[in-house]
């Protein structure tokens, strides 16, 4: 079996999914490190259990004394006994819980770390095809889900295994007869279990599919819905969203269900291990093999059995949701690290070669073709053509955010897939117009581009796109409070957020994918210069929305469907009378319509 399991492949792109023996072994290497804190939790929650038991025997030595008419000070001194063994009981128990949870947490804390850090270092083109729905899943409701199980449940399935594994050794030393009778409830419970957990595991499984399905169709119906409501979609939309919803509540139900099944299972197992119980105690009474207190010692601990037992069983529901979403983390974990720098590349001087490249996003759909191309260091080339041209798959794939299909693609003469993280952080930016603000003071959401980078230094960045006075015009200037749920930037003051962003970072290579399609006229001529500044003596490729930021590249790239049909100067091209003629044109009178 492999390490994880995909999607089918007739399925959407899922994230993988680790298997059971691949999760079980991602948790003993979270817990490897606290190997003594796990120890300790363990032996003082054994002490705890041991000290519990002490309860049915003192119970059953009350009775025995009654039988015998003992004086008052024996039953109360045995009383008093009861209170001391409550007492350390509660204390321990306290105590144990508390190692378990503190372990618990740590564990999750570290499960929590490595999934962000690998989720962030995911291919984007891995994480485009698998859709927003199942990584926010597993970041929320799976996350959740687990986070539920080791506050709660773990410590309580803890307690639960001692107190069954320690009881029935009690029941031995009373007399073996007695554990024999309280196993015969065992085959029942072990089938019961047997059942449940062979038809759990698949089924939640299911479930967090289901609910990752669920949750991309209301990610697309809520962030497209101006886009539904405009070509009078909604109810094809809504229609969608009632069947994924529909589908979690079919699961649900066989949730229920299969709960329902296993719940009265255990009774007849309860049933029958108490009466076999107190049979084998009247018998050995009547026998004179054992006291009446014994006998009812062996009672009161079967009996005390039920509450771990089912706690133990109820938890092994809450343990396989848990499991199906820790097998989704674990997936997600388990994939490799960005790849480190095969070859180091200049930073100082970055050239960019195409060569023969070809694209296709689907086997036998290309979307590029024998694209040559080479952009000089510190030259500006625009690309430009009709929408679906390929001008944004070309833009991808010099990026680097996923391998072309065939051809080479060159940066620096490095392939911009193998740059690995630190490189292609330092060699690559690419803005495209869906740039994300993170909550958070205005200034802290500069420095993610330099963390070192001074109050003077980030203030300079500002100036220079133009975003200055706006930013320190802000109720608290560069510490106001920015992002969801704070003040919130406009497109235009977004954008040229991102473009200071890239001013700190100083990378030699710029890529910007419509980058300004988001302002209105008059805004996007102001970020127009601002891009003209803050590309000023980089290498650029610009995906250009409006064809004036064509008119003032170095070159411009015409390009349809999926090949490159003109290539020159704005004054070259407009000469040429060819395909960029007639854009610049449809585009002028369009604007001259307009005004």
Same mark, same amino acid.
């Given at each position: 079996m492999t390490r994880s399991q995909a999607a089918p492949a007739d399925g959407p792109a899922l994230l993988p999914v680790a298997t059971p023996a691949r999760t079980r072994a991602a948790v003993a290497e979270l817990l490897r490190?606290?190997?003594?804190?796990?120890?300790?939790?363990?032996?003082?929650?054994?002490?705890?259990?041991?000290?519990?038991?002490?309860?049915?025997?003192?119970?059953?030595?009350?009775?025995?004394?009654a039988a015998d008419r003992a004086s008052a000070d024996a039953i109360t001194t045995t009383a008093a006994l009861l209170v001391a063994v409550a007492v350390a009981q509660g204390v321990t128990s306290g105590f144990g819980l508390s190692l378990i949870s503190r372990l618990g947490e740590t564990t999750l804390a570290r499960l929590r770390e490595k999934f962000v850090e690998r989720a962030l270092g995911l291919p984007l083109e891995r994480v485009e095809r698998a859709g927003a729905g199942d990584l926010t899943a597993r970041v929320t409701a799976d996350v959740s889900l687990i986070a539920e199980a080791v506050r709660n449940a773990l410590p309580e399935l803890a307690r639960s295994l001692l107190t069954i594994v320690l009881t029935l050794g009690a029941m031995a030393l009373l007399d073996w007869r007695f554990l024999l009778a309280a196993l015969l409830a065992v085959p029942v419970q072990a089938a019961?279990?047997?059942?449940?957990?062979?038809?759990?595991?698949?089924?939640?499984a299911e479930q967090r599919a289901a609910a990752s399905a669920q949750q991309q169709q209301l990610l697309d119906t809520v962030a497209g819905s101006s886009t539904v409501r405009a070509f009078r979609l909604e109810r094809e939309h809504a229609e969608r969203v009632t069947e994924r919803s529909w589908s979690v509540v079919a699961l649900t139900m066989r949730g229920v269900r299969l709960v329902l099944g296993f719940y009265s299972r255990l009774h007849i197992a309860e049933y029958i291990g108490l009466a076999a119980v107190l049979l084998t105690g009247y018998w050995l009474v009547h026998r004179g093999s054992?006291?009446?207190?014994?006998?009812?010692?062996?009672?009161?601990?079967?009996?005390?059995l039920f509450a771990p037992v089912n706690a133990a069983l109820v938890l092994l529901d809450d343990a396989q949701s848990a499991t199906a979403g820790l097998a989704r983390l674990v997936g997600?974990?388990?994939? #490799? =690290?960005?790849?480190?720098? &095969?070859?180091?590349? @200049?930073?100082?001087?970055?050239?960019?070669?195409?060569?023969?490249?070809?694209?296709?996003?689907?086997?036998?759909?290309?979307?590029?073709?024998?694209?040559?191309?080479?952009?000089?260091?510190?030259e500006r080339v625009a690309l430009v053509g009709a929408s679906g041209a390929g001008k944004t798959t070309l833009a991808r794939l010099v990026a680097g955010i996923q391998p072309p299909t065939s051809g080479t693609v060159l940066v620096g003469?490095? #392939? =911009?897939?193998?740059?690995? &993280?630190?490189?292609? @952080?330092?060699?690559?930016?690419?803005?495209t117009q869906e740039t994300h603000v993170f909550a958070g003071p205005l200034a802290d959401d500069l420095r993610l581009a330099r963390p070192d980078a001074t109050d003077d230094e980030l203030r300079a960045a500002l100036d220079r796109v133009d975003a200055l006075a706006w930013a320190e015009a802000l109720p608290d200037g560069l510490a106001t409070v920015v992002g969801d749920g704070s003040h919130r930037l406009s497109g235009e003051r977004t954008q040229a957020l991102a473009l200071a962003r890239l001013i700190l970072a100083d990378p030699p290579l710029v890529i910007l994918d419509e980058a300004t399609a988001e302002a209105g006229s008059a805004g996007a001529r102001a970020l127009e210069k601002a891009v003209a500044r803050a590309v000023d003596g980089r290498t650029a490729l610009i995906v250009a929305h409006r064809l004036s930021q064509a008119a003032t590249a170095d070159r411009i790239v015409v390009m349809d469907a999926g090949r490159v049909v003109e290539t020159g100067t704005h004054d070259e091209l407009r000469a040429a009378a060819g395909a960029y003629a007639a854009l610049w044109q449809a585009w002028s009178d369009t604007r001259d319509t307009a005004v």
């Open positions: 490190p606290q190997r003594s804190l796990a120890l300790t939790a363990f032996a003082v929650m054994v002490g705890a259990t041991a000290v519990g038991l002490l309860v049915q025997p003192l119970l059953g030595r009350i009775v025995d004394l019961t279990a047997r059942w449940y957990v062979a038809r759990a595991v698949p089924l939640y054992a006291s009446i207190g014994t006998a009812t010692a062996a009672a009161l601990y079967f009996h005390s997600v974990t388990d994939q #490799p =690290p960005p790849p480190k720098a &095969a070859r180091p590349v @200049r930073t100082g001087r970055v050239e960019v070669t195409v060569h023969a490249l070809n694209h296709a996003y689907r086997a036998g759909h290309p979307v590029l073709h024998d694209i040559d191309l080479t952009i000089r260091h510190g003469g490095v #392939p =911009p897939t193998e740059l690995g &993280a630190d490189a292609a @952080r330092r060699t690559v930016a690419l803005i």
